[in-house]
């Protein structure tokens, strides 16, 4: 069988569920790692992305609460590059584990990553991506008076929750570096959290604060190193039409023509659904031969041995 590069997307529910301490979200990686080790059993070539909305928005709060003039907060392109490492960290030791119990030999190594935008990228004034935890109705007042500088918006009746502008990742100053370390043998882990947002201003990358998302960072990673395939794992086995509707469809195999023609028809959710199938449309279109997959964690063993989820061709 033919070794295939893929670039794997970990949803937020891979990390954090309910509980944001160290401990529980090393547990959920050390789940999500047992379900990784199945692509590298098969000799897949794996390369590793994931989110870190809640982690960032919980490191800023963090930051800013025992901030003082010897002992200053971080600003946000920092906190992703942090975040980047101590998810980092929690996925090389998980996957180290999970490796060893099957028996496999591959290093995992993670790659603190810069991601090229835009300064005049509209996302810089109009906030978008949320970060952090969820505030009730009773909770927002408060923390808008301690905050006056942050944006919070109301999330589909969840909650309220900051959110910080989300530009698009134009390129992955790293991409050569994980190359290099796939054709080594190596696992990387690279654009987390979308990657560390960063203008080229001449000779010297300069950081912004903003949160790319990190379906859009790992197409972009996907097409620069030549990926066959990308996959979004999220929290749904397949992505659907008419979702949560008594006559909702799954998709199973859908080409890049009949997507756009459902984004046409409103069927994806914007903010959550949508710009997974934006990356994935990206993704077929700059990379005609490749292919993605978006499905779950759990039904990973089923897209292994069936094809199970939702995959998207040009
Ligand atoms: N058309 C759709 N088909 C499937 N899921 C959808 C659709 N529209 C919205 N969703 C929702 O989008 C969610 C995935 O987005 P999100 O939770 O933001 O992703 P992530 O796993 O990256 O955190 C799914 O769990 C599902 O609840
Ligand atoms: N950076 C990013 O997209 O994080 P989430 O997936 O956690 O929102």
């Known amino acids: 069988m033919t070794k295939r590069k893929i670039v794997v997307a970990l949803g937020g529910n891979a990390i954090l569920a309910d509980d944001a301490s160290a401990a529980a979200q090393q547990a959920a990686l050390a789940e999500t790692a047992k379900y990784l080790v199945q692509f590298v059993k098969q000799g897949d070539q794996l390369i590793i992305s994931h989110g870190n909305g809640p982690q960032v928005g919980n490191l800023l709060l963090q930051q800013a609460a025992g901030s003082t003039a010897k002992n200053p907060a971080m600003p946000l392109d920092t906190a992703v590059a942090m975040t980047q490492g101590s998810i980092g960290y929690w996925l090389e030791n998980a996957m180290d584990k999970a490796l060893a119990d099957a028996g496999l030999p591959q290093d995992v190594a993670t790659i603190v990553t810069q991601v090229a935008v835009a300064d005049d990228d509209p996302a810089f004034s109009d906030p978008s991506k949320p970060i952090g935890p969820f505030y009730t109705s009773a909770e927002i007042t408060a923390e808008r008076q301690a905050h006056p500088d942050n944006v919070y918006v109301e999330d589909a009746g969840r909650g309220y929750r900051r959110v910080v502008p989300s530009p698009k990742p134009i390129d992955v100053k790293e991409a050569n570096v994980v190359n290099a370390l796939v054709d080594a043998g190596v696992i990387p882990v690279a654009v987390g959290g979308g990657g560390v947002p960063v203008v080229k201003v001449g000779n010297q990358l300069v950081g912004r604060e903003a949160v790319i998302d990190k379906d ?47 984004i046409q028809d409103d069927q994806f959710a914007k903010g959550s659904m949508l710009p997974k199938i934006q990356a994935a449309l990206d993704f077929v279109n700059n990379r005609p031969s490749g292919q993605v997959v978006i499905t779950s964690l759990a039904n990973v063993g089923n897209f292994l041995e069936n094809g199970s989820g939702t995959i998207i061709r040009q």
């Open 216 to 262: 859009f960072a790992s197409e972009k990673l996907a097409e620069l190193v030549h990926a066959d395939l990308l996959i979004i794992l999220t929290a749904v086995d397949h992505v659907f039409v008419n979702f949560n509707q008594p006559d909702q469809k799954q998709l199973t195999t859908v080409t890049a023509a009949e997507l756009t023609a459902y």
